[in-house]
């Protein structure tokens, strides 16, 4: 019999970010096509010092294997792990502001949205200053955007 050789797949850093802002999307209902577009759009922007612009079908196999990812039994879980083995320390902090950016876009906030923000720095290991910072920024960014000067 011969030894079979498990490979754990690892996601790419924007299949990560997008499988954060797609968890997000859907964490309080179906995903919308305009949070689907916002979403293209996001990981079109990322920018990662690559020399070429990306193929514009690259955000839509991303995000189709996000959506694949979250499908799957156990699909936050999983999902979770393999986005923490695919960022450092400091691009899981940008990949919840992103996801904090995105929740506060909505300007009216759901319970499970927050739920998951909080799965997310918990996995992510952020510290409560550091997160209550991302969440602030969040806010003060997106209130005129939004009509709020609080």
Do not use: W
Not at 117 to 131: G, K, Q
């Amino acid at each position: 019999m011969e030894d079979m050789v498990q490979v754990n797949p690892l996601l790419s850093s924007e299949a990560a970010i997008a499988f954060c802002l797609l968890a997000v999307a859907q964490a309080d209902g179906p995903t919308s096509d305009a949070e689907i577009s916002l979403i293209i759009h996001l990981l079109a922007a990322q920018d990662h010092g690559a020399t070429q612009a990306p193929h514009k079908e690259v955000p839509y196999a991303t995000l189709a294997l996000s959506q694949e990812l979250l499908g799957a039994e156990d699909g936050l879980d999983s999902g979770l792990a393999m986005v923490c083995a695919a960022l450092d320390s400091p691009h899981r902090a940008q990949a919840y502001a992103l996801a904090a950016d995105f929740v506060m876009l909505n300007a009216c906030v759901s319970p499970e949205e927050i739920r998951l923000l909080d799965i997310l720095a918990e996995n992510f290991c952020l510290t409560p200053l550091t997160r209550a910072a991302i969440d602030k920024a969040a806010q003060i960014r997106l209130a005129p955007e939004l009509g709020h000067y609080d």
